[in-house]
């Protein structure tokens, strides 16, 4: 569909566009349900390396509090789905897994069991399957579609596996635990897992105060739980370990551990371990080292095994970062500002190593907001606030998460507003489309209507458009990775340009390119003679520019004698004699014909006695 008033408008604007912030890809939030008094936490959000993912929270239906997933396609989150309706109990603790094409896993508690749910990519929801009873599940999904969940059941912790072949769900025999005659999982040992691309799984809990980690094979434990709770660290003696968290790369050999390790002297740090085999390298601290108590940490790692670590001061309520290089983790520093609310700071990291730090902040006699620190280049990028005050107070405590895909974009979920018009929001570091060239050629030439083509334009939250230019002039519009032109341009060099534009505004200019048109027909010369029922023809022709102006060089020259016998053909000229077998008036047709398309026809009557 072509739109030039539209067109012109848009291409006016674009380097206006590109001058403001939110060219840069930061979107503030937007509500994706509510306001409600029914909606009751935020569970959990995960997004694939393709873009795809979900978000889920508990919203209360029908005076029954159920589990809703609104799934994250083409940059858009889709209308909430209810996925435990065939449930009569309440649900609550909501994960969610993600892997590319829009496969999904979905654990949840449902009347003190939990259950497991999985959506196929390309198909619906499956019904709830129970796991067994418990509470505190964790899941993760892997790129190949292979899914383990963890959860604390009878002070125990227990493990699930997700096939991806049957998208069946198996609970493994053996528990977690090192000593069955402790309680494991409990509190804050509650477990976490991770899985790699392989499909091998690590789960980590807390158990006796100390933090363990066992690796998962099939439908089998490792016989080598890891105790990663060191004696002392940088000579303080060690006491309880808790709060673990997890995260593992696509070589199943390599995985990161963070916890927060209490010591005797009444202090703590958070401490991160990595996983190397079937072994653990020795702990190092991912906090400021200030000496501040610390509170619970959170860890995100990419395939490739870069890794970002984050905590909060228990005092000053500022959060504190700390980024691998090399494997190696640096120190850590502090990022945001103090907060007298209890901050929730989550980490994300892309498949390029960029991501994107949220954390809800609130200062003495402020409304708490989320703020959001971008992750570029291995260092803290721009800090913009992403909360609209008008939605009111975030709540902090109802949930908060973060999640990007492989070329960080990022997705920023929480709750907003008062008991009765909760909402829950989203906001976005959306990367504007990447860098694309055209394809059509620069030498001679083309024709006056060509055909102009280019490579996409990276962009994995929905269709991109793309405004084409000629001339520093709008000339239509497309959804495809070409165009053809139909106001005829003249003979010369022209200059043209692709601008794509992402569903939200977001642009990125192709380098301009020149496309050269041949838009005049090659010349014809003549020269015929006829004898009785013969003729005798000789044509040249020539295909030349005009002012300097290249031409596309000649094709081909076809002689049709009219009769429907063998045509005569050649390049630049044709020689050839016809003999007629009846008399009557021929039409004898020569057409010349250039690579550009354009064509000379000489047209005349042959008459036969």
């Known amino acids: 569909m072509h739109r030039p008033l539209l067109l012109t408008l848009l291409l006016a604007v674009l380097p206006a566009l590109a001058a403001t912030p939110a060219h840069a890809g930061f979107f503030p939030g937007d509500p994706i349900d509510g306001p409600s008094a029914d909606i009751r936490a935020l569970g959990d959000l995960d997004l694939a390396r393709d873009g795809t993912g979900a978000l889920t929270y508990v919203k209360r239906v029908d005076g ?50 939990v259950h497991g749910v999985v959506r196929p990519a390309g198909a619906g929801w499956s019904a709830p399957v129970p796991l067994g009873a418990g509470s505190d599940p964790a899941v993760d999904l892997s790129i190949n579609g292979t899914a383990f969940a963890s959860f604390t059941s009878g002070g125990d912790v227990r493990v699930a596996r997700l096939d991806r072949r049957t998208n069946a769900w198996g609970v493994l025999a053996q528990p977690a635990d090192v000593d069955p ?12 897992v991770a899985i790699s691309a392989d499909g091998i799984g690590v789960v980590t809990w807390g158990e006796g105060g100390h933090v363990f980690a066992r690796k ?43 916890f927060r390790q209490r010591f005797a002297d009444g202090g703590s740090r958070v401490l991160a371990r990595r996983q190397r085999g079937t072994g653990f390298d020795p702990p190092v601290a991912v906090d400021d080292g200030s000496g501040e108590p610390l509170a619970a940490p959170r860890i995100d790692l990419n395939g490739r095994g870069v890794a970002v670590a984050v905590t909060a001061g228990a005092q000053s309520g500022q959060p504190m970062m700390a980024m691998t290089d090399r494997d190696l983790f640096g120190a850590g520093g ?61 709540a902090a405590a109802l949930g908060f998460d973060v999640a990007a895909d492989r070329a960080s974009g990022a997705v920023v979920a929480w709750v907003q507003g008062g008991p009765e018009d909760r909402r829950i929001v989203a906001g976005y570091l959306d990367r504007p489309p990447g860098f694309f060239a055209g394809y059509t050629s620069q030498r001679c030439c083309q024709s006056a209507l060509p055909r102009l083509s280019w490579q996409p334009a990276f962009n994995l939250w929905g269709p991109v458009r793309y405004l084409v230019s000629v001339d520093g002039r709008p000339v239509g519009e497309t959804t495809e990775r070409f165009f053809g032109l139909t106001a005829p341009l003249r003979a010369g060099a022209h200059r043209w340009q692709v601008t794509a534009v992402d569903p939200r505004g977001q642009s990125k200019r192709s380098r301009t390119r020149t496309v050269r048109v041949d838009a005049r027909a090659p010349s014809l010369v003549v020269s015929y003679r006829r004898r009785g029922r013969v003729v005798r023809l000789s044509v040249r022709a020539r295909d030349i520019g005009v002012r300097g102006r290249s031409a596309t060089g000649l094709r081909s020259v076809v002689v049709t004698w009219g009769d429907r016998t063998k045509r005569a053909a050649g390049t630049s000229s044709v020689r050839a004699s016809h003999r007629y077998r009846r008399g009557g008036s021929y039409p004898l047709r020569i057409i010349a014909k250039d690579r550009a398309g354009n064509e000379r026809t000489s047209l005349r009557t042959v008459r036969i006695r």
């Open 334 to 394: 502090r990022l945001f500002v103090p907060s007298v609310v209890a901050p929730a700071v989550v980490p994300a990291i892309a498949e390029n190593n960029d991501g994107l730090i949220g954390a809800v902040l609130g200062g003495e006699g402020e409304v708490p907001y989320v703020r959001v620190r971008s992750i570029e280049d291995f260092k803290p990028g721009p800090e913009l606030t992403l909360s609209r005050p008008e939605l009111g107070p975030v």
């Open 216 to 258: 998962m094979f099939g439908g089998g434990l490792s016989t080598s739980p890891q105790d990663l709770t060191p004696a002392t660290f940088e000579d303080r003696v060690s006491t309880v370990s808790e709060l673990p968290e997890i995260d593992a790369e696509d070589d199943s050999s390599y995985a990161w551990v963070v």
């Open 64 to 113: 029954v509090d159920r589990i809703v997933a609104t799934r994250f396609e083409g940059g858009v989150f889709q209308p909430p789905e209810v996925i435990d309706a065939p449930l009569a109990s309440p649900g609550s603790q909501v994960v969610v897994g993600a892997a590319d094409g829009g496969r999904l896993v979905v654990v949840f508690v449902s009347g003190g069991v």
């Open 181 to 192: 005659a402790r309680a494991a999982g409990v509190g804050t040992g509650r477990s976490r």
